[in-house]
T-cell receptor, first 116, second 110 residues
Framework: DAGVTQSPTHLIKTRGQQVTLRCSPK?????VSWYQQALGQGPQFIFQ???????QRGNFPDRFSGHQFPNYSSELNVNALLLGDSALYLC???????????????FGEGSRLTVL | EDKVVQSPLSLVVHEGDTVTLNCSYE??????LLWYKQEKKAPTFLFML????IEKKSGRLSSILDKKELFSILNITATQTGDSAIYLC??????????FGPGTRLSVLP
């Protein structure tokens, strides 16, 4: 049973560039959440996708956008990169619940982005 | 604003010691509290707590939630070097996602 997979594992970009990160959820999961984890901090919620739509969003600017495909995989796009975007980007999958809250999160290994 | 606080932020112990990690929260519409262990990259799930006063145990690890006082503790007995990691506390809020604390970095020395 494949867990959550992310790509690429590491990447280096320069300020102003754009980046796309990819995530495949755990088998059977239909919900994908993205988190940003800066060095020495806990993960910060970016957004969540369910049924190919953004269902929830954290306090991140519009430069951060995403997409979910019919097979539940997801992409995170960041435009106009800033030095402060350097972080570990974690994808987490879960099962949607009828009660309207997110179930237990299963995390991928993350994509470490360095912006120079 | 929803907030999760963990203490201590960093802790160094020797093998065999017992440690207690703390997590307190101020959130609206609390649903559950989760503990994760992060060794290198991917946080791995430890416990989910939804009811006060019911201890959850897994080997040398145990955790309990106090919904009246809005905190949880994670205990690790007879620590081993393999317990060295960042321990994250996260609160699930109804209708929203998880709010994570900053984590406690635990170092277990041989």
């Amino acid at each position: 049973d494949a867990g959550v997979t992310q790509s690429p594992t590491h990447l280096i970009k320069t300020r102003g560039q754009q980046v796309t990160l990819r995530c495949s959820p755990k088998s059977g999961h239909d919900t994908v959440s993205w988190y940003q984890q800066a060095l020495g901090q806990g993960p910060q919620f970016i957004f969540q996708y369910y049924e190919e739509e953004e269902r929830q969003r954290g306090n991140f600017p519009d430069r951060f956008s995403g997409h979910q495909f019919p097979n539940y995989s997801s992409e995170l796009n960041v435009n106009a990169l800033l030095l402060g975007d350097s972080a570990l980007y974690l994808c987490a999958s879960s099962l949607a619940t009828l009660a309207g809250y997110t179930g237990e999160l299963f995390f991928g290994e993350g994509s470490r982005l360095t912006v120079l | 604003e929803d907030k999760v606080v963990q203490s201590p932020l960093s802790l160094v112990v020797h093998e065999g010691d017992t440690v207690t990690l703390n997590c307190s929260y101020e959130v609206t519409n609390f649903r559950s509290l989760l503990w994760y262990k992060q060794e290198k990259k991917a946080p791995t799930f430890l416990f989910m707590l939804t009811s006060s006063g019911i201890e959850k145990k897994s080997g040398r690890l145990s955790s309990i939630l106090d919904k009246k006082e809005l905190f949880s503790i994670l205990n690790i007995t007879a620590t081993q070097t393999g317990d060295s990691a960042i321990y994250l506390c996260a609160v699930s809020i109804y209708g929203q996602n998880f709010v994570f604390g900053p984590g406690t970095r635990l170092s277990v020395l041989p």
